[in-house]
């Protein structure tokens, strides 16, 4: 049906970062921040096993799109690649050390004196390639928890429903956060469940045998339980509710996700628009091929929740694990001419477009079908109630010298989704 022979316009790829230490904890934890010593030590930082993860990704991006597609250069060119991170040392040292995988290696073809010098103690092979950020509590593009006063008023507003209230006095839910705030030595509800199954998942990872040892509460029961409700939570609050006519749900999605979504979109409908002009506006966009988002769990899920995807793709509960990702990339077809998006998973890169209901089963899929969600969810748009200060930030775009554009009438996009 599609001839999609030539190689596509551009790849958007979204990643989490990989493996690191809980973020917070909480008062009777055995394992306080001290005992956290890797990535320089304490919360929230990137161990070596992650960066290994970022690395190996980096190879494995190297291996698709450089040796098979052929659609990255050998040798690092800075007009084909831009790398942004949120501010958060675990998804900057992610980003570096997805480079390193991509770029950094001996043998790569890149050149002494020219790429990396040749100066004793340099890694031989290793080309620096810059990450780019912005302030972690106004990104909203790769931080859904960016302080936003509008998604604070919706969640509260959400948890006077009564299908919030329902859940939270399941007995099985009640019971469970009561022994919670009994053991962790305070108050635990479903605003920081997400801290208390976060912290139990990397102690297993890093101290398993002596947390079970210590905290003779713990099971594999127990923290599966934890799981399930903390995954029904996080479907609450990236947009499931409707209240007072209000769409609750599309409304934070909005926020949380929405800045992504139209990020996306506006670089592949300003990359449409240049195709074939050599005018001075367009020559940043003419040579760039590859977009990184290097970012969340959240970040991904809220992606994929705008799609109504989440369950489908995301198959062990929770958010997405370390290092997954997800690749939107923008293609053209020859026979109508017109633009398709197409998204994948996993190390073989497998499509995961067919799983979005207005894409009909199809791998490809029109890039109009992008751009309606992209409309939906677009924030900017005028709120009638509480600040919407957040969206007003949100409008500032994350590459010198783009603009907005409408045109998108001849290419096609795929998503695809990496879980290393």
């Excluded at 209240?243 to 670089?267: A, C, F, P, T, V």
């Excluded at 290092?323 to 923008?330: D, H, K, M, P």
């Amino acid at each position: 049906m599609y001839d999609l022979g030539v190689p596509h316009q551009s790849t958007y790829n979204i990643w989490r970062h990989g493996d690191r230490s809980p973020t917070k904890t909480w008062p009777t934890d055995p394992f306080q921040e001290g005992n956290w010593t890797f990535g320089g030590g304490g919360f929230g930082q990137l161990s070596p096993i992650g960066m290994g993860q970022h690395m190996r990704l980096g190879e494995f991006l190297r291996k698709t799109y450089v040796d098979n597609l052929k659609f990255l250069n050998s040798r690092y060119s800075s007009k084909e690649i831009y790398i942004r991170s949120t501010d958060k040392n675990r998804t900057l040292i992610s980003a570096m050390s997805n480079m390193l995988g991509m770029y950094g290696q001996e043998n790569n073809g890149a050149v002494v004196g020219v790429d990396y010098p040749g100066d004793v103690g340099w890694p031989k092979g290793f080309v620096p390639i810059a990450v780019h950020t912005v302030d972690d509590d106004t990104d909203y593009i790769g931080n859904p928890d960016a302080v936003c006063d509008r998604q604070t008023w919706l969640w509260n507003m959400a948890k006077t429903s009564q299908e919030l209230r329902d859940f939270q006095n399941r007995i099985d839910v009640r019971d469970m956060l009561a022994n919670l705030t009994i053991h962790c030595g305070e108050p635990v509800d479903i605003d920081n469940l997400w801290i208390i199954r976060d912290t139990l998942y990397i102690e297993q990872v890093h101290f398993n045998e002596t947390l079970r040892k210590v905290n003779k509460w713990f099971s594999d029961d127990f923290f599966n339980q934890i799981t399930l409700v903390n995954d029904q939570v996080q479907k609450y609050q990236n947009g499931t509710l409707m209240m007072n006519n209000l769409d609750i749900g599309n409304e934070l999605q909005k926020i949380r996700g929405g800045s992504m979504m139209n990020d996306i979109y506006m670089h592949m409908n300003i990359k449409l628009r240049c195709l074939n002009k050599s005018s001075p506006d367009c020559s940043w966009i003419n040579g760039l091929k590859y977009y990184a988002y290097s970012a969340h769990d959240s970040t991904i899920y809220q992606f994929f929740s705008i799609f109504n995807i989440e369950t489908e793709v995301i198959t062990n509960l929770g958010y997405p694990d370390y290092s997954a990702a997800t690749f939107i990339e923008l293609w053209r077809n020859r026979s109508d001419n017109q633009p398709y998006f197409k998204n994948d998973l996993n190390v073989t890169l497998y499509p995961i477009t067919h799983f979005i209901d207005t894409c009909e089963g199809q791998i490809y899929c029109k890039l109009d079908k992008f751009q309606a969600f992209a409309d939906r969810t677009r924030p900017d748009q005028p709120m009638s109630q509480v600040d919407f200060i957040c969206f007003i930030r949100c409008r500032h775009i994350s590459h010198p010298g783009v603009v907005q554009t409408s045109d998108s009438k001849h290419f096609s996009g795929a998503m695809l989704i990496l879980v290393l």
